[in-house]
């Protein structure tokens, strides 16, 4: 079954930076879009970034363009998210979901980064 | 961008029929049909319920169904459920090849 299991959140200083990853299982990785969509606490869902299979095709939410950037390693199944110059907006639980721009038909648990000081 | 609109809450009796909104621009919604519906209950991850405007997943009750007209998606449930409680959002491709998700809409059965 697919299964798509996110890590490396936690607390950091304003300014700070981080890197998530996302190990995925039950199906071919490398045949697939990825993305990272993120949720502020209490609030709703913000697409982040989406990278296509290739590595050829990825586009950033402009609040996080500059400062955000994804990357997957296909021989590891995995899909990474490294994040600098972090803001007390930035505060979420970060998904990663299996999809382009259509649709997300699988997520992850979601991992919690808290940017504060 | 801005967040695509929905209504901050419905509410229905088991059984009715609910509808929520979703409008965009001619940018987004109006202009691709690569819109899509998640259901999110409190302290989970969002499932899949609708994509391409108008398309089931396998294994989502035939009581979900979605449409489009002009830049507003819509999201029906036939025969609400108490399981159906959750908060629903949309999401649409855009012009700038970037994903917009709505504000969400929390559904509550009463």
């Known amino acids: 079954q697919v299964q798509l299991v996110e890590s490396g959140g936690g607390l950091v200083k304003p300014g700070g930076s981080l890197r998530l990853s996302c190990a995925a299982s039950?199906?071919?990785?490398?045949?697939?879009?990825m993305t990272w969509i993120r949720q502020a606490p209490g609030k709703g869902l913000e697409w982040v970034s989406y990278?296509?299979?290739?590595?050829?095709?990825?586009n950033y939410a402009d609040s996080v363009g500059g400062r955000f950037t994804i990357s997957r390693d296909n021989a590891k199944n995995s899909l990474y998210l490294q994040m600098i110059s972090l803001r007390a907006e930035d505060t979420a639980v970060y998904y990663c979901?299996?999809?382009?721009?259509?649709?997300?038909?699988?997520w992850g648990q979601g991992t919690l980064v808290t940017v504060s000081s | 961008q801005s967040a695509l609109t929905q209504p901050a809450s419905v509410s229905g009796s088991p059984g009715q029929s609910i509808t929520i909104s979703c409008t965009g621009t001619s940018s987004d919604v109006g202009g691709y049909n690569y819109v899509s519906w998640y259901q999110q209950h409190p302290g989970k991850a969002p499932k899949l319920m609708i994509y391409d405007v108008s398309n089931r997943p396998s294994g989502v009750s035939n009581r979900f169904s979605g449409s489009k007209s002009g830049n507003t998606a819509s999201l029906t449930i036939s025969g609400v459920q108490a399981e159906d409680e959750a908060d629903y959002y949309c999401?649409?491709?855009?012009?700038?090849?970037?994903?917009?998700f709505g504000g969400g809409t929390q559904l509550t059965v009463l």
């Open positions: 990278m296509s299979s290739s590595r050829s095709d990825i």
């Open positions: 039950g199906f071919t990785f490398s045949d697939y879009y």
């Open positions: 999401s649409s491709y855009t012009s700038r090849n970037t994903v917009l």
């Open positions: 979901a299996r999809g382009s721009y259509r649709w997300y038909d699988y």
